[in-house]
């Protein structure tokens, strides 16, 4: 057996901040949303294409028509999710927008209590409530601001609910195909989605200055490529929860270099907000009877 060489915590550390440079990349770039999401996922098809035609082709035999069905959905939602979220950076705050957007796992339940008939217990409805409460403590905090910031925050829980979705819709079809076949097969749709979104409200490709194309490059290879293959490439070695725990410090990145890059500073109701939602969406997501068992794990040998 090999000697270890990296902790998977290293890399789980540096994918929280590659994902906490994605609203940063979007406020930095002057095109419209639905542009961005485009070029941020075209970029990744062709990234990604190379890898995929050498390796990967033949599992997509072992998808079936529903199979498609599926991937197809969950490409739709997943472009949609991108134009609400960026447009949500052009009104309200990048603290309050990616604190909404963490309220993922809450949707999730929902959708599958409501699909799945799964139960509700006690500390599921504890957590709901008290994430609930954070969102409403930003949003009211928000709104005394400008009603645009509140406009802002309601595109962004849109959004948190369509990532939801395609998550949903994607789930199954996952079970039975490598990630870069399923990640390129979904970014693939969500390109054309884009494209034909693009398409029919009139907006222009091009030209853009070079540093626009330089931030929609750095969206497909630090927050998509590089951010969620190291989440993926850790579940190897460390739970489920321990990613998702980890991504909740996503805001937290977030919103300090967004007090660096654009001077943005933290309103009381959105630090307490936003710190009331990240407990709450952390007490679902643990289980505190193994918390210490969970981060004491030795992770395997690499």
């Known amino acids: 057996m090999e000697k270890r060489t990296i902790h998977p915590y290293l890399p789980i550390a540096i994918g929280v901040i590659a994902v906490s440079m994605s609203a940063i990349f979007v406020k930095l770039a002057n095109a419209d949303a639905g542009v961005i999401a485009f070029y941020r996922m075209l970029f990744s098809v062709l990234i990604m294409a190379p890898l995929f035609f050498w390796k990967y082709t033949a599992e997509l035999k072992l998808l079936t028509k529903r199979d498609w069905a599926f991937s197809i ?15 949500s950076l052009n009104y309200t705050s990048v603290a309050s927008s990616t604190v909404l957007v963490t309220l993922q796992p809450l949707f999730a339940f929902a959708g599958t209590y409501f699909f799945f008939k799964e139960r509700l217990s006690f500390k599921t409805i504890l957590s709901g409530l008290i994430a609930i409460g954070g969102c409403v403590l930003i949003s009211w905090g928000d709104f005394q601001i400008s009603g645009s910031a509140l ?3 309601m595109l962004a829980l849109i959004a948190c609910a369509l990532v939801t979705a395609y998550l949903l819709f994607g789930q199954d079809v996952r079970k039975r195909l490598s990630l870069v076949t399923y990640t390129f097969v979904v970014y693939r749709v969500s390109t054309i989605t884009l494209f034909f979104y693009i398409v029919g409200k009139g907006e222009s490709f091009g030209p853009y200055p070079a540093s626009d ?26 739970s489920t929860n321990v990613i998702s725990i980890a991504i909740l410090f996503e805001p937290i990145g977030a919103a300090i270099l967004a007090f660096y890059v654009f001077n943005e500073y933290l309103s009381s109701t959105q630090v307490i907000g936003g710190f009331i939602v990240i407990v709450g969406i ?4 643990m289980d505190f009877k193994r918390l210490i068992l969970l981060f004491r794990k030795k992770p395997l040998d690499l």
């Open 213 to 238: 194309w330089m931030w929609f490059l750095l969206l497909a290879i630090i927050p998509n490529l590089l951010g969620h293959t190291l989440f993926n490439w850790s579940l190897k070695y460390v």
């Open 151 to 153: 406009y802002g925050d």
């Open 282 to 285: 952390m007490l679902f997501v």
């Open 73 to 87: 959905i969950a490409g739709i939602f997943l472009a949609f999710h991108f134009i609400l979220w960026f447009e």
